[in-house]
């Protein structure tokens, strides 16, 4: 208890920041006074700092989101920005709380009397200090960034003021599609009652808006068409395709999402059939070139991706 005792009275005596009003010197001392620690001072204010370095590189470490292990690197920094704060803490209540013993209770805290003297307790236990304001300043730096650091991934909810990402993909005209191995994608090899992923050629298939689905519906040229992998309920990717294998009696074929089921109808501008999707998917227009290869004749219908309460009512842009 007596080891807590001291870190609370180190964290009200930082928190006060100021000594209060002077008092006369020879009045008796509840606390015996201590010489000063200037060592000890430095290092906090040394220690504050290196956990201010160490927040603040969690927060560049997770806006870079291109380092290798960053899992391991988020958590050696802000583990060790908790263990910095730890230790200053550790080094002010031993190196630079003056301790105090009573050998008798207390009395009732109701009495003003006794709110004095605990007053006068912890203004006189941090009397060892000489640059308390300059000790202060350095811990609330640390607390600040630390604080910062733990709502650095709030950001990954979305952007907050600049939402056009939400609405950019890398599709414009004349962009060819590829599979996944990167070899350009021919209309006549697209077959009836088949299902194929494509990408954009030369950009970053991370990216939402890159993957697409291709299935044939017709014949010819025309009969190819493509949409975005991405379905607009919950952002899940399109992995089915559903074909009749009785048409007469079995419904017609349709794109859908394994995971809430969402079904669209190719045939149809992506229009929802089935799911909780509230909106199309997006249909991404098709050419073909000279050598017979699949391009982009443009953007999507629509903006790609999840849609909720009005967002993402725009169009998609390049």
Known sequence: MSKLKDLLVAGVVLALGRRGPSRPEHEDRIVAAGPPDRGAETAVLVIFFLATLAAAAFIVVYALDRLGSQTQWLGLSIGLAFLLLALACIVIAHRLVVTEELVHEYPEVEHPEEQLEIEQIVDESGSRFTRKRLVTLAGAGALGTLGLAAFTPAASFGPLLDTGELYRTPWRRGRRLVDESGKPLAAADVEAESFYTAYPEGADRELLGSPVVVVRIGPGHEGVVAYSKIC??????????????????EPKPALVCPCHYSTFDPAANGKVLFGPAGRPLPKLPLLVDGQGNLRAAGNFSGPVGPSWSGVRQGPARS
């Open 232 to 249: 607009t309920h919950a952002g899940c990717a399109i992995a089915l395709y559903r074909k009749p294998t009785f048409a007469p009696t």
